[in-house]
């Protein structure tokens, strides 16, 4: 017994089913993540390395090439790019996709362990992770206080582990305000009188504070454990910590130093709309929910304002939940407006309001119903698996419509009782319906079950098209029969075509005999038509990644030369933001100022209440930006935190063995691009180093002395860092408690030099007596990429240009320039992963045209058939290209994805069109004949069933509200490549289908002879 026929004799048991499907559809839509992008699982994992003190040349020899050496005993690492710079060395890893990341941290972890012997011995132990693609800030609290060195502390001891508890929550940063210390500021002259110097200050408070174990007594049947506690709780019990005590006379600390308490010297400035301040951000961790966690600091803050003092203030400065609410709840619009405007078109060409409403309650049931499925494999609620969802509204009509059609015709054109025309009309049809499902998901599974990048992108998108098309598979095959037989009237009046409908009829059968008796130059005019728009297209709309989306918030970065203080990257910052206040799109400014440079996070209105969007404002900012001296600006869109957080459109890898011919070829490019006005924010990673100042050593007057170069270096250090000796442990807190000179010492390189060292026999000397201070340049920051040399140029794109466009008038001035044979370029960033999950893409068209071929062969039970319905394929990419230019867009990832589905969808129409004509030849009419009348009665419904599926995608076309740029390229590549491909459709598979029959007739013939 057909499913159709058992649905319709138990509507109670489908109603139930229909009631169980939505029910755990809207469980599973509670239960599922809400973020704006899916979780990707990146094969990336990091090394990092610090050792302070060190240069960017001692990093990279006797740290990152160490590393490097060892890292290729792990297999499948696809690229190694290592950094070594002042201070610290990165090595970072990239595997294939599908690699098992977490077993790749154990094996970096096991390689490092082997080589820790070789690594210098005062360095900190490297560190390895994964790279998440997570960790980006969910939301920004501000903390304003007139005491920001109290407000640091309840920063770090109250508010961040607060925020640390809440779920989801990975990394919680603290910026700005001032963290208090204990300190101990040696008068070097009064230590001198008492035969010390500073390094035996440094040990005798060391000793002075601890709680140490001292074994365990046994008294009176219990066991006690002694400790003696020695450990500091006040300043003044630090004041008086005795550091001598010879023949009597006691000498305190506070007789050669002044304890006090204090903040630390100043790294950093943190400032909100001008006001100095302290600002928190909050990442998410692979897993973490965007929503969940900002309404969850929203409830910490809530609940921490009511407890903390009266002067100091939380507010909410970033926050991504309401941007990510806005896009999502904006493609839900779009898919009700869809559902609506697909509904209409149904009215219009049904006549009947009890069908159309079959239909608009068909779509609602297969959209709820795949969120338990999409909930129960992991995919989230986000823009991208919404999308598929929205796209698909269109196409879930289909099923509907084309059984909801043949019920129509049993009960009009046959006369059938209505129980048996919904019986045999939804029956007959279980067999296309299948086919046309299959050939629409047989484009998605690829994706699916391929790896990269595109995997991780559009995993959920396809799996909430194929899970949604499945269910509308369900529900036209039991729902729409069943409730079709309970609300259709008994007696149906045949629905006659509208005078518009009976005119396009006559003439598209008027165009089909013509097209038919000229098959050859029909062919001739499209495959013309196909080059004279694709060709040129090709080279009009460019390429590009994912679009980015209009976030409300832009950031400036700037990197200062290195040596700059901070207080002159402070007043280049202040600059910048005098230009940004004045820009009347402007609402907030959230500024950090670093010793190395600066960012300046501006927040503006929504979208809907500017009539200037972010990429447009931040050309306008550029612009106003031009002309500032000694910094490198770099305008984008998004928010990030630190001086070189926000990415270029354009990045160029150079590398060579030979590094001063890199340099120089480097250099020679750089200046190339700097004059193209299609690009700007410049940055090469050729910058000079810091400015050092370099003690040298006297090894033969050290050796006289017996100063080894070790104690030279300690006591250099203590004088200019100062040292941490201990920490004070209050009741609320840790304070450190750092010994240092006073700043007059500290902070001259004359004074430096007078620094005391001790000898043997208890004599003090001066550093000046067995070294000399020389100034020199630092070497730079060295890059590498598998183990070579690299130099990196970047840009951001200017005036609308397109990065495909940009590349190629780089790579012919590189070319121009001629490029050395030891040197090899390429362009990373965007353009690197666009490549990547383009070739990721094609693959899966392919493999997906192939599985479509085999459906269609299988459904017909020929190898010939197959290859003229998918003819319509290449025309929807002529309507693609069309499509493209008249609107402006480039040809990114998201019109792959479109073409892609348009695959899936196009045949569709052929398939309607062939297995009409087959029909008709089996009763009996001759080819033309069939051809001329599948051609006529098939042009409504096909008619019908294309202008849903484009009337649904038509309000993501229009690119309206948030988070609309991300999906509006598809949308109109999707729509535009249906039109054209039903339109050429209509003549061009009836053509082909005659040529190749007719070719098949005279073949047959002359074997027969």
């Known amino acids: 017994m057909a499913i159709s026929s058992i649905a319709i004799k138990r509507p109670v048991s489908v109603i139930m089913l229909m009631i169980t499907m939505v029910g755990m559809g809207l469980l599973g839509l509670k239960n599922m993540p809400v973020d704006l992008m899916p979780n990707m699982n990146v094969p990336v994992v990091m090394i ?75 360095i900190n132990t490297p560190i390895v992770k994964k790279i998440q693609p997570g960790g980006e800030t969910v939301i920004a609290v501000t903390v304003s206080a007139e005491d920001l060195i109290s407000a640091k502390s309840l920063a770090e001891n109250r508010i961040k582990p607060r925020f640390q508890q809440i779920l989801g929550v990975g990394n919680v940063g603290v910026y ?57 709780k006040t300043i003044e019990e630090v004041q008086n910590i005795v550091i001598s005590n010879e ?48 309404d969850g600091v929203k409830e910490a803050i809530e609940s921490l304002s009511q407890t903390l003092p009266s002067d100091v203030k939380l507010s909410v400065s970033y926050d991504t939940s309401i941007d990510i609410s806005n896009s999502i709840n904006n493609v839900k619009n779009s898919a009700i407006a869809g559902l609506i405007l697909a509904s209409i078109v149904l009215f219009i060409f049904l006549k009947d309001l009890r069908a159309t409403i079959i239909i608009a309650m ?98 959920g998108m396809s799996w909430a098209v194929t899970f949604s098309l499945l269910a509308s598979l369900l529900v036209a095959m039991t729902f729409v029969p069943m409730i079709s037989n309970k609300i259709l009237k008994e007696r149906v009046v045949e629905v006659q075509d509208g005078r518009f409908l009976i005119l396009i009829k006559k003439k598209y059968v008027k165009l089909l005999s013509l097209t038919l008796r000229n098959k050859f130059k029909t062919l001739l005019i499209v495959i013309i038509m196909f080059f004279a728009i694709v060709i040129p297209g090709i080279q009009i709309v460019g390429g590009g990644f994912i679009p980015a989306t209009d976030d409300n918030v832009y950031v400036v970065t700037g990197e200062t030369p290195p040596g700059v203080t901070l207080d002159k990257v402070d007043s280049i910052t202040r600059r910048v933001e005098k230009i940004l206040e004045a820009d009347k799109y402007t609402k907030n400014i959230e500024t950090s100022v670093e010793n190395d440079g600066f960012s300046i996070n501006v927040k503006l209105d929504l979208r809907k209440d500017r009539d200037r969007s972010v990429f447009e404002i931040t050309d306008i900012i550029r612009e106003k930006l031009k002309g500032i001296p000694d910094v490198d600006l770099n305008v984008a869109d998004g928010y990030a935190k630190g001086p070189d957080s926000g990415g270029r459109d354009i990045s160029l890898d150079l590398t ?122 630092g070497p730079a920051e060295k890059e ?90 290449p025309l929807s990419i002529m309507g693609v290209y069309a499509g493209l230019i008249i609107t402006g867009k480039e040809f990114n990832v998201m019109v792959m994805v479109g073409i892609i589905m348009l695959a899936g969808i196009v045949v569709n129409n052929a398939l309607v069109l062939i297995d009409y004509i087959k029909l008709l030849i089996a009763r009996g009419s001759n080819r033309r004949q069939a051809v001329l009348e599948a051609g006529r009665t098939r042009l409504r419904p096909i008619l019908m069933t294309t202008l849903t599926t484009m009337l649904g995608m ?56």
């Open 48 to 122: 990092q390395t610090t050792w302070i003190g060190a240069t960017p040349e001692d990093m990279d020899s006797l740290v990152t090439r160490k590393i490097e050496e060892v890292m290729p005993n792990i297999e499948g690492i696809k690229e190694m790019n290592s950094t070594s710079s002042e201070n610290s060395s990165f090595v970072v890893l990239e595997f294939d996709y599908g690699t098992d990341t977490d077993k790749k941290v154990t094996d970096v972890q096991t390689e490092l362990n082997n080589i820790r012997n070789d690594l210098p011995s005062d």
């Open 176 to 232: 700005g305000g001032y963290e208090k210390e204990v300190k101990v500021e040696v008068d070097p002259n009064k230590i001198e009188s008492y035969g010390m110097n500073i390094d035996d200050l440094y040990n005798i408070i060391g000793k002075s504070s601890s709680n140490i174990p001292a074994g365990t007594v046994e008294e009176g049947g219990k066991r006690y454990l002694i400790k003696v506690m020695t450990e500091l």
């Open 247 to 294: 023949d009597g006379e006691v000498l305190y600390l506070k007789d050669v130093a002044n304890v006090k308490l204090g903040n630390k010297d100043v790294e950093s400035y943190n400032r909100m709309n001008g006001t100095p301040s302290i600002s928190i951000s909050v990442e998410k961790s692979t897993d973490g929910n965007s929503v969940s966690i900002s």
């Open 362 to 459: 068909a779509i609602p049931l297969s959209i709820i119903g795949a969120f338990f499925f999409l909930n129960s494999i992991g995919v989230g609620l986000n823009i991208i698996s919404l999308m598929g969802l929205s796209l698909g509204v269109g196409m879930l009509v289909d099923n509907g419509v084309v059984v909801l059609d043949n019920i129509y015709r049993h009960m009009t054109e046959l006369k059938k009782p209505k129980f048996e025309s919904a019986r045999d009309g939804a029956s007959e049809m279980l067999v296309p319906i299948i086919a046309s499902t299959a050939t629409t998901v047989a484009v998605f599974l690829p994706i699916v079950m391929t790896e990269g990048l595109a995997k991780e992108v559009f995993w």
């Open 656 to 777: 060579s063995d030979n590094a001063r011919q890199l340099d120089s070829f480097a250099n020679l490019v750089f200046e190339e691009m700097k004059n193209m006005p299609e690009i700007g924010d410049f940055k090469s990673s050729l910058t000079g180093g810091s400015p050092e100042a370099r003690i040298v050593i006297d090894r033969e007057k050290a050796r006289y002395y017996g100063i080894r170069p070790a104690d030279i270096n300690k006591v250099i250090f203590y004088q200019v860092l100062g040292s941490n000796p201990i920490d004070l442990k209050t009741d609320l807190e840790e304070i450190e408690v750092n010994v240092m000179l006073p700043d007059e010492y500290r902070k001259s390189l004359s004074k430096l030099m007078t620094s005391k060292l001790k000898l043997d026999s208890g004599d003090i000397i001066q550093v000046s007596d067995v070294a000399h201070i020389q100034i020199a340049e």
């Open 784 to 873: 590498k990429l598998n183990r070579v040399r690299k130099v990196t140029l970047s840009a951001n794109l200017r005036g609308g240009n397109n990065s495909k466009t940009v590349e190629k008038l780089i790579t012919e001035k590189i070319e121009k320039l001629g490029v050395p044979n030891t040197t090899s370029y390429r362009f990373g960033g965007d353009n690197q992963r666009t490549s990547e999950m383009m070739v990721q893409l094609k693959n899966s068209m392919f493999i997906a045209i192939f599985l479509i071929f085999v459906i269609l062969a299988s459904q017909f039970e020929s190898l010939v058939l197959p290859f003229i319905i998918m003819g319509s394929v």
């Open 954 to 1009: 038509l309000p993501l076309a229009l690119g309206i509200g948030q988070g609309s740029e991300m999906y509006q390229s598809m949308a109109i590549a999707v729509i535009f490549g249906l039109m054209i491909s039903t339109l050429l459709t209509l003549v061009v598979i009836p053509v082909l289908y005659e040529l190749v029959e007719n070719g098949v007739d005279r073949v047959k013939a002359k074997f027969k002879k």
